[in-house]
């Protein structure tokens, strides 16, 4: 029997590959490498990888300690390097329009009721409820990707981050 | 639709009209009939194309077969066409397209591939892991052709949407993933919060997949839809898109060959390799190939409006501009 080996990526090792253009603009593929985003990115930024109209791919680095933030539907985290842990709250009041996409980053502590917590490595997806507050932990250096509605703190570069000739 | 009256041919398999299209087979190739031509294709390409039209209710936008068949989806109606978006065929004015009720068009493929697809052949599986779709008449398998799709409305894992996979439910880890982590994340919630403080191993759990090419949904934020699949060997249509479609490659490697959607021009190549991120245009059409089985992350908005807002240019055909 064949003894197969499953190549996914990290921080430390990945091999990007590319767009080969036989007639067509590279940027029309906005082709990068979550790695090397989230290896050169601030803690905690969400940069966006992906984007389909209203919808985000954030590439986040998680190093420390994030914010608290709360999100006015659901958003998904899925850890594609190190190991994460992802506190869950239950604020008292609304504390953001239900109506709105994308998370907003709260000043200093919620109030209301701890839900739980959830410790995820490498490809574990963690549900971030509407309406709940949340904040990521990771003690060295990991790698989220989520999956939601651009907010405020949706940041865009795409000229840095994909392939361009 | 549908199975001709006439008895099933000395190899014991029946006929089936649609409209102006006949379908027949005999022991390896698909004969497709319609009023301007005719056209042959191996009925092993045959059955995991009709296969994938049939679990993707018409999917999002052009389902091509080859470069002469394929469907249209139009969320409601499907056509299907010989040669439309084939230079030469419409050129020639031998090109050919014909509207048909979803249900009418499904009842008829979900019809074939019962009567085709013969014990031990899975359209779905990798060809090293299933029997030969040619020969003669030999049974079927529908339990194989039937299979459901998933499709979570929140999450995998959440209670009440769709279930995790395990030994015990039917799926084993493939062959190719016997290396992926089966450990589940930590989960800590106080009382009360049971159903909410969700989080499942997505990785396992596409290790235990036993289909290929066929994006499931697992996880949807409104109408951004995450869709990973499991890819080995080819993908056997070649999707044309009708708005900007994304991949992320979740592990090992798949090779895209891209064309323009109605001529077949080839544009690019994408190699894609674990962590890589790009965008499929809406005016394009591709096929994928992956020698190794891999995880492929398939991120679809869902909205049924985007084909009218890119007609309407209230929607771009290029994922982002910088």
């Known amino acids: 029997m064949t003894d197969y080996k499953t190549v996914f990526g990290s921080l430390e090792d990945y091999a990007k590959g590319g767009v080969h253009i036989v007639d067509d603009d590279p940027k029309y593929y906005a082709f990068s490498n979550i790695f090397e985003v989230a290896s050169q990115a601030a803690p905690y930024e969400k940069i966006a990888v992906g984007k389909n109209l209203e919808y985000v791919l954030e590439a986040i680095r998680a190093e420390g300690t994030s914010e608290w933030r709360a999100t006015p539907h659901d958003e998904f985290a899925l850890v594609m390097d190190g190991t994460v842990r992802i506190e869950l709250f239950d604020p008292t009041a609304e504390l953001v329009d239900p109506s709105t996409g994308g998370s907003v980053t709260l000043h200093g502590e919620p109030e209301g009721n701890p839900m739980g917590t959830v410790t995820a490595q490498r490809g574990h997806m963690t549900m971030l409820p509407a309406g709940k507050a949340y904040r990521m932990h990771c003690d060295g250096v990991g790698v989220v990707l989520l999956q939601t509605i651009e907010g405020p703190d949706t940041v865009y570069r795409w000229a840095d981050i994909c392939q361009t000739f | ?322």
């Not at chain 2, 509207?99 to 052949?121: I, P, V």
């Not at chain 2, 106080?190 to 697992?218: K, M, Q």
Request: net charge negative; glycine share 8%; with cysteine.
């Open chain 2, 1 to 322: 639709m549908t199975i001709t009256d006439e008895a099933p041919n000395q190899l014991g398999y029946r006929q089936f009209r649609v409209g102006g299209f006949t379908f027949s087979r005999d022991e390896y190739f698909v004969t497709v009939e319609w009023p301007t031509g005719n056209h042959q294709m191996p009925v092993d390409h045959w059955l995991r194309c009709v296969q994938r039209d049939v679990a993707w209710g018409f999917f999002y936008g052009i389902v091509n077969f080859d470069s002469v068949i394929g469907t249209m989806n139009h969320y409601g109606t499907v056509d299907m066409f010989a040669g439309r978006f084939n230079e030469a065929y419409r050129r020639a004015e031998v090109d050919y397209n014909e509207t048909f009720g979803h249900d009418e068009l499904l009842d008829c493929f979900r019809a074939m591939l019962s009567d085709w697809t013969n014990e031990g052949y899975d359209p779905f599986a990798a060809p090293l892991e299933t029997g030969s779709a040619f020969g003669p008449s030999s049974g079927n398998n529908d339990e194989a052709v039937t299979r459901r799709r998933v499709v979570a409305e929140r999450m995998v894992g959440v209670p009440g949407d769709e279930p995790l996979r395990s030994d015990d439910s039917g799926f084993p880890v493939n062959r190719a993933f016997a290396d992926v982590d089966q450990g589940e994340p930590e989960i800590d919630a106080a009382p009360g919060y049971e159903d909410e403080v969700c989080s499942f191993n997505l990785f396992a759990y596409l290790s235990r997949s036993d289909v290929t090419w066929n994006p499931s949904v697992v996880s949807a934020c409104k109408e951004s839809l995450y869709c990973p699949t499991t890819e080995e060997f080819t993908l056997p249509v070649i999707h044309g898109n009708d708005r900007v479609e994304w991949f992320v490659q979740i592990s090992d490697e798949i090779q895209w060959d891209v064309e323009d959607r109605d001529t077949g021009a080839k544009r690019a190549r994408v190699i894609m390799r674990a962590g890589d991120v790009a965008a499929m245009p809406a005016d394009i059409r591709h096929t994928g190939y992956s020698p190794k089985r891999s995880m492929l992350l398939v991120w679809e908005n869902g909205s049924p409006r985007i084909p009218e807002m890119i007609a309407k240019g209230e929607a771009p055909v290029h994922p982002v501009d910088f």
